[in-house]
């Protein structure tokens, strides 16, 4: 029988060169590796790894990662890669085709990248709001003469090692003043929401105009996009990391970055930060790399590839940390201060503590520039692979209906007018802290472990370990090594499930800065957007069984057993009709 007939693709072998046009594939390879790269290395390389690998022991935090990174990390992206590539569908279609009753995970992946792409995105209107105002005669953020500063400004530069930097009570940094006071407006609190910043929102609809354009024909502009999106970060990567080695202080900074405390390993919380980045710099859960593996070729070797890109995401981390820590030890030198009052994590790095650095450096315009141009392309490369992402799964639900003239266009135009309109919430005065309320109900935490369980569960158990394997190997000629198998049966439910129940231990409720406490409400707003995704999965499954014939035990093994090659066939043979492919009569098994 012939490779393709193996396939749980919809699809049948010998189809007319319409019929598969009208889906698409990757130009070249390099399109689908610039692609998962673009979506997997973010800001959470930038801005998170270095800071949880100097607060969790420095070298030693590299054990309790790997030991994630190999059990769950890796594993879970070989499993979406193939998964995606074996079935050529997008994030809810693959689940249909090898689990009918677990298609809920499709839906749920792509509740959650509707929620982030709400939120994400405000990210890369900050950083062109920062990026524009570099080209300004002198950096607005390293003066205190500006209508948005208070008498309690203090310029921290070489000249002014200030002992006030830890005792904002008495004095506030210029950069932090500009970050509060003119970015953010920030309010008193959620419940103040504010009036939308007219300059945040224009910065806002620049973002979604470029991500529409990056994805509006597909695949084919995603591929050509990921050639500058995707390249550019790493060239300003090496760049900064250059020009941080070069600076003085900088092995102060390494030394703090690196040293390794092995007593450290004892605190649980550094084994949950371990876990949490693995998931959250590798986009794993999310049908993204479902999504991208999708359009290779059936015989793409795509082991091979989530093996390379798993070792340029964890790579790109490691550097970033040379590139900020060397930065950081300058500052720490130039200041006089201790480099643990400068280090900081999140949006604190990029809008604060980088912001401050690029103050002390010749040409401050030009470092400035260089940053958040590279801020600016890793959030763009996100952002689009999560909507390739959503418009993939739709696409392929729905074929028949959006594959038609300009349907994809409009229906995508659509999908970004929405999400702008959501977005105003979050570049109003109570922006950041809606976007907290976001990234840790939704995109993070509880959410990816327990996608993580099911989707382990459903390949390992249900679908058969043994059968993914066979799979693997009739598109790459060879089985995957036993260590898969085993960490999709044992080894990531097991981790997940452990790393759950400590979570629920160990709850604390969440806090801005630190100090403020959500209203009651809010923590109800951000239980609903995790349950909202989440729900899917049993909604689904009741569904499914329902509609089902027979009793309920014929009805729960039908709906565990993978799509037949037949019934796609009949499938595939409506839609050809619906876009008015000519039957030759050689679209037979």
């Known amino acids: 029988m012939a490779d393709s007939l193996c396939r749980l693709c919809p699809v049948p072998p010998k189809t007319t060169s319409q019929t598969v046009e009208e889906r698409g594939k990757w130009g070249s390879k390099k399109e689908f590796i610039l692609s998962v790269a673009g979506a997997i290395i973010g800001l959470g390389n930038v801005w998170r790894f270095p800071y949880l690998c100097y607060k969790n022991g420095g070298g030693a935090f590299f054990i309790p990662y790997l030991l994630f990174l190999v059990t769950c990390g890796v594993p879970l992206f070989v499993l979406e890669t193939a998964l995606g590539q074996y079935t050529s569908q997008g994030g809810i279609m693959c689940w249909r085709r090898v689990c009918p009753l677990f298609e809920g995970l499709g839906f749920a992946s792509q509740v959650i990248i509707f929620y982030g792409c709400i939120s994400y995105i405000v990210i890369l209107a900050w950083a062109f709001l920062y990026f524009f105002y570099s080209f300004s005669g002198e950096l607005p953020w390293a003066t205190c003469n500006n209508t948005w500063n208070t008498d309690s400004c203090v310029v921290l530069n070489s000249h002014n090692a200030t002992a006030n930097w830890s005792s904002p009570v008495n004095a506030s940094s210029s950069v932090v003043e500009f970050w509060q006071r003119r970015v953010l407006k920030i309010s008193t609190g959620i ?12 910065c806002l609809l620049l973002s979604w105009i470029i991500c529409y354009f990056c994805i509006w024909k597909g695949v084919r502009s995603t591929g050509k996009a990921t050639y500058i999106t995707a390249t550019f970060p790493f060239l300003m990567l090496v760049v900064l990391f250059i020009r941080g080695m070069t600076l003085p202080g900088a092995i102060h900074g390494i030394k703090y970055y690196l040293y390794p405390n092995p007593a450290r390993l ?11 980045q693995v998931f959250y710099s590798y986009a794993i859960c999310l049908g993204c790399l479902t999504t991208l593996g999708s359009y290779n070729k059936y015989n793409n070797n795509c082991y091979r590839d989530s093996f390379y890109l798993c ?11 040379f590139a900020i820590f060397s930065v950081l030890g300058y500052m720490s030198q130039k200041q006089g201060v201790d480099i643990s009052s400068v280090a900081e994590s999140g949006p604190g790095l990029v809008f604060i503590v980088y ?53 994809r266009e409009f229906i995508l135009m659509l999908i970004c007018a929405v999400c702008y309109a959501f977005g105003q919430l979050l570049v109003s005065e109570a922006g950041a802290y809606i976007l907290q309320i976001f990234d840790h109900y939704v995109c993070s935490g509880p959410t990816l472990l327990l996608m993580a369980i099911f989707q382990s569960v459903t390949i390992g158990w249900i679908y058969g ?32 499930s452990g790393t759950f129940a400590f979570l629920l231990l160990r709850y604390t409720p969440l806090r801005f800065n630190n100090s403020y406490v959500y209203p009651w409400w809010a923590y109800w707003i951000g239980w609903f957007l995790a349950m909202s995704s989440l729900s899917m999965i049993p909604l689904t499954m009741v569904c499914k069984l329902a509609k089902g014939k027979g009793t309920l035990w ?36």
């Open 554 to 589: 014929q009805r729960l093994k039908t709906s565990l057993q993978p799509a037949d090659i037949p019934m796609m066939v009949k499938e595939m043979e409506s839609i050809s009709t619906s876009l008015h492919v000519p039957d030759d009569g050689k679209n037979n098994l």
């Open 465 to 496: 370990a043994e059968r993914f394997c066979d799979n693997i190997k009739d598109m790459i000629g060879y089985r995957p090594l036993p260590l898969f198998k085993y960490c999709w049966m044992y080894g990531t439910p097991l981790v997940c």
């Open 355 to 407: 912001p401050q650095a690029v103050t002390l450096l010749p040409w401050p315009q030009v470092w400035s520039v260089c940053f958040f141009s590279m801020i600016i392309m890793l959030g763009i490369d996100g952002q689009f692979a999560g909507l390739e992402s959503i418009m993939t799964s739709l696409t392929d639900v729905y074929p028949s209906q959006i594959r038609k003239g300009y349907r």
């Open 311 to 321: 070792m340029l995401n964890s790579g790109t981390s490691f550097l970033s940390g």
């Open 266 to 276: 004892a605190d649980p919380q550094v084994w949950m930060d371990a876990g949490t």
């Open 191 to 202: 419940e103040a929401i504010g009036n939308i910043q007219w300059d945040l929102s224009l």
